[in-house]
């Protein structure tokens, strides 16, 4: 058996935990009762004081597909749609009782197709019809292409007949048309598509469309090929009557939406998604619940070109939520919920198993949010979820073929609140007001637009001052121009100088845009005008191009002497600006800047949740946080490192020396999947600028031979070489239990460092001192039972080596693994990668802690390997790592699983 010091190590352990199986029923007992074990599917769920959860219908047990969308019809039936399949419509039991929906295929009468109309990413019953959202390429089991739908009964006999394509959408997947909502005049609809979804063209555009990248930071797209043929708008939300005759950009710049919710006060709100490979990049975006107001933009770029919150022209979120895969937003009017959840929404995320709750506040013309962990789980793939008629939430697991269920969850004394009580009387503000009352100035032109719009600018209100300047650059140019010119007020001159830069001559307005700023005394701007000032300095360089020798001398002149400043973000806007324009000792500057390590508080993007709160949820997602985590790359050093890939002159041999050297240095720290190939794509555009004669040093210096060809990705001692597969017990048991005689040990070792063993464990002494120690791993356990534990991690979950989740006071949850308690704290290892950093949480915070039932173990570690890898990663483990071990003779071989 293992020391009792190895055995303290093992709640750390992320990676194959191979003793699982096999010891959870004898150390069970050696852990006191303190924490609830799970139980039934509703166990698993963490909601709060006073909330109870009913397990309603298991869909993948009935063989009925993945459900992802749902609605209500209006005899309070529930409809909703398999991802790659048909409708479904429930009749659902009273609240309490123990009796199953009654569930019914939804035909198309007149329709022989297996599946007449399904594949829904949106449902929405209105008019007397349901509207149905297909998110589907054209096939032969399939037809229908994505769209807008509508199926009708016209013979009023329960069944729809009638089906009308309302608009065909090109753009399907993850990143297609997603969801429809009743809008608040209750005449008319909103859609919602994700970035892989062409807008089509539309009658009106509330936002200018002239969209364009209007970033100086140098242009890396992708380097795996994710959206590198997708554009600004991005995601987007569309207004369009019952019949879709008339269609209206409504707002955009968002990545991937998958829904939207209103308020009383009529304001729409989107759930948006953050890009997972970008971590560890200066541009990276969390998910985000923002107010999509008229015109709104957002500011999603492909690759590099992806813009902050801290852009003067464009909007800001309600909240950055953290890591995570959006997939539903309600707002909880409906609700037979607590006071509490008036002016509240829910927003879901998929990959994390969490819902968030939003308590929104009003602010000047916008919102704040206070956030609470509404309810959460694991795993919990959440995909839609509704109110339904009696007050209840409703909502689906599943997606992408998961286990999916249905669940609801109630008040326990709901009966006690009365339906719609829920509803808030709207609190309006006068920003509120003005704001509304200008964005009617959006889809006209109208002489006094710009008369009432223009004071707008020099508002303290961010959206209100957006409102102002997209009225005033829907109107004709010729009306507005020289008010720009004459501007005295410093706010005003900023704002109207991005308003001109965006809807101007590029070919006139760059040098007396550029001349005007300049007037300005920076020293007297707070840091936010000092931010938006260069911020239309940008947007103008980027649109009008480089300035002549005259307009570049004034605005050096103008800039150079406040780089740096003492404010890092200001920095960045100052880099972007004077090393496009070559100014003196830009590069210099820049490069002091990185030795320095000067620290960035991106306040734009803080989260309200922490990414190392997510990592134990998902042991899959959860992986990749933990190396970020571990290893984080210096955001500021890589945003002034790519941005002087761009200088082409400034540079002395020295200076050149030390930043390729650091190169060399970013690519042992760990982001997302995207990282590496982004710092590569950076070294490769920096290898442009140095003589040629030079190239081939500057390359060897900065890291070439750390990369693979296509430069995504280090090289490693061993990567399997496969095809791998999806591994089952019995077909791996059977491949490798009588085939483990003359393996290759050398590979063994390899394989049991790429597939992520070596991380935790040690083997003969080497590897990490995080798990327990394996060298005599094959004296006690079979093939069958390593192999079990490996592929079915969570068959059999001990206490022993299970998370907790703690569920705190504020409505938050915190889940690790507890190393240590005294009277006052537990002690909670978050990142397994990194188990030093220990979290403390105060038992008097506590509600109560529940543990998880998901095993710690990262499933399908051994999925990219083909069967005689596998049989050298398992003759390595039986071995414990020893090359003389009988079992790589000839007859030293086990020959049984038993």
């Known amino acids: 058996m293992y020391t009792k010091k190895q055995w303290s190590k093992l709640p750390m352990t992320l990676a194959v935990l191979l003793a699982v199986g096999v010891f959870s029923g004898v150390m069970l007992s050696n852990r006191t009762a303190q924490h609830r074990p799970p139980g039934s599917k509703v166990d698993k769920l963490k909601l709060p004081d006073g909330f109870k959860a009913e397990h309603l219908y298991s869909v993948s047990e009935e063989k009925a597909g993945s459900w992802v969308s749902m609605t209500f019809d209006n005899k309070g039936r529930m409809i909703t749609s398999d991802q790659y399949g048909g409708l479904y419509r429930l009749e659902l039991p009273a609240i309490g009782s123990t009796d199953k929906p009654k569930v019914e295929n939804l035909k198309i009468e007149g329709d022989t197709a297996k599946v007449a109309m399904g594949y829904a990413h949106g449902l929405l019953y209105a008019f007397n019809s349901l509207y149905v959202m297909i998110n589907n390429r054209s096939n032969a089991r399939f037809p229908k292409g994505s769209g807008l739908y509508r199926l009708q009964d016209t013979d009023n006999n329960d069944q729809y007949d009638k089906i009308t394509l309302i608009k065909p959408l090109t753009g399907e997947g993850e990143h297609g048309p997603h969801s429809i909502v009743m809008a608040p005049d209750q005449k008319s609809l909103f859609v919602v598509a994700g970035n892989f979804t062409d807008l089509p063209k539309m009658d009106i555009y509330r936002l200018m469309p002239n969209w364009k990248n209007d970033n100086l930071f140098p242009f890396i797209k992708d380097p795996r090929g994710h959206a590198t043929d997708r554009n600004a708008p991005g995601g987007w939300i569309a207004h369009t009557d019952p019949e879709g005759k008339q269609w209206e950009l409504y707002t955009a710049g968002f990545r991937n939406p998958y829904d939207i919710a209103f308020n009383e006060a009529g304001d729409l709100f989107a759930y948006d998604s953050d890009m997972e490979w970008d971590f560890g990049t200066p541009w990276y975006r969390p998910t985000r619940v923002c107010h999509a107001v008229s015109g709104g933009e957002f500011g999603w770029r492909t690759g590099s070109a992806n813009t902050s919150p801290a852009f003067a022209d464009?909007?800001?979120?309600?909240?950055?939520?953290?890591?995570?895969?959006?997939?539903?937003l309600i707002y909880l009017k409906d609700a037979r919920f607590p006071a509490k959840y008036k002016n509240t929404l829910l927003a879901f995320d998929w990959s994390f198993g969490i819902v968030h709750g939003l308590h929104l506040k009003p602010s000047g013309s916008t919102y704040t949010a206070d956030h609470e962990e509404f309810l959460s789980g694991a795993p919990l793939p959440l995909t839609d979820g509704a109110i339904g008629p009696d007050g209840a939430l409703y909502f689906l697991t599943g997606g992408r073929r998961l286990e999916s269920d249905l669940y609801r969850v109630y008040y326990g004394d709901y009966k006690n609140i009365a339906p719609g009580s829920n509803a808030a009387t709207?609190?309006?503000?006068?920003?509120?007001?003005?704001?509304?009352?200008?964005?009617?100035?959006?889809?006209?032109?109208?002489?006094?637009?710009?008369e009432q719009a223009w004071p707008l600018l020099k508002s303290p209100d961010r959206f209100l001052r957006y409102a102002g300047r997209l009225a005033i650059e829907h109107q004709p140019v010729s009306q507005w121009e020289s008010k720009v010119y004459a501007e005295k007020d410093p706010q005003s001159i900023i704002y109207a100088a991005i308003a001109l830069g965006r809807q101007g001559d590029s070919s006139k307005v760059g040098g007396p845009?550029?001349?005007?700023?300049?007037?300005?005394?920076?020293?007297?701007?707070?840091?936010?005008?000092?931010?938006?000032?260069?911020?239309?300095?940008?947007?103008?360089?980027?649109?009008a191009g480089q300035p002549d020798a005259a307009t570049k001398a004034a605005l050096t002149a103008y800039l150079n002497p406040k780089y740096p400043s003492a404010n890092a973000l200001q920095n960045r806007f100052l880099a972007k600006i004077l090393i496009t324009i070559e100014a003196p000792k830009a590069v210099e500057k820049t490069l002091a800047l990185i030795a320095k390590n000067e620290k960035f508080d991106d306040k734009d993007n803080e989260?309200?949740?922490?990414?190392?709160?997510?990592?134990?949820?998902?042991?899959?997602?959860?992986?990749?946080?933990?190396?970020?985590?571990?290893?984080?790359?210096?955001?500021?050093?890589?945003?002034?490192?790519?941005m002087l890939s761009s200088a082409k002159t400034g540079w002395t041999p020295a200076s050149r020396e030390e930043y390729f050297k650091w190169f060399h240095k970013a690519f042992s720290y760990q982001g997302g999947r995207s990282y590496i190939g982004f710092i590569d794509k950076a070294r490769q555009l920096a290898l442009k600028n140095v003589p040629s004669d030079k190239v081939a040093?500057?390359?060897?210096?900065?890291?070439?031979?750390?990369?693979?060809?296509?430069?995504?990705?280090?090289?490693?001692?061993?990567t399997p070489k496969g095809p791998g597969r999806a591994w089952k017990v019995e077909q791996a048991v059977e491949l490798v239990q009588d085939s483990l005689s003359n393996r290759d040990f050398e590979r063994g070792k390899q394989i049991f460092s790429a597939v992520l063993c070596s991380r935790c464990h040690t083997i003969q002494g080497e590897g990490a001192d995080v798990g327990p120690?394996?060298?005599?791993?094959?004296?006690?356990?079979?093939?069958?039972?390593?192999?079990?534990a490996i592929i079915i991690p969570d068959k059999a979950v001990s206490d022993q080596y299970a998370s907790i989740s703690f569920q705190m006071k504020d409505g938050q949850s915190i889940v690790g693994r507890e190393v240590n308690q005294d009277a006052n704290f537990y002690y909670v290892s978050q990142n397994p990668f990194d188990p030093k950093t220990i979290r403390k949480v105060a038992k008097k915070d506590v509600v109560s802690s529940k543990i998880s039932p998901v095993s710690m173990m990262l499933p399908g570690l051994i999925n990219g390997l083909n069967p005689n890898e596998l049989r050298d990663l398992v003759a390595y483990l039986m071995a414990g790592g020893n090359k003389n071990n009988p079992i790589y003779s000839e007859s030293g071989a086990p020959k049984s699983g038993k």
């Open 773 to 788: 120690e394996l060298t005599q791993l094959g004296t006690r356990f079979s093939v069958k039972d390593m192999l079990e």
């Open 426 to 450: 709207p609190v309006i503000t006068n920003e509120h007001k003005q704001r509304t009352a200008i964005e009617e100035y959006h889809v006209k032109k109208d002489p006094k637009a710009i």
């Open 607 to 642: 989260m309200v949740t922490a990414s190392a709160d997510l990592i134990l949820r998902n042991p899959q997602y959860g992986l990749d946080l933990a190396g970020l985590l571990e290893k984080m790359p210096p955001q500021q050093q890589t945003f002034y490192a790519i």
């Open 314 to 328: 464009f909007l800001s979120p309600v909240m950055n939520i953290g890591q995570g895969s959006p997939t539903n």
């Open 513 to 543: 845009l550029l001349k005007k700023l300049t007037t300005i005394d920076y020293a007297k701007l707070d840091d936010l005008n000092k931010q938006a000032l260069l911020r239309a300095v940008e947007v103008i360089l980027y649109r």
């Open 697 to 718: 040093y500057y390359n060897k210096l900065s890291g070439s031979e750390l990369l693979t060809g296509t430069g995504n990705d280090l090289v490693k001692l061993y």
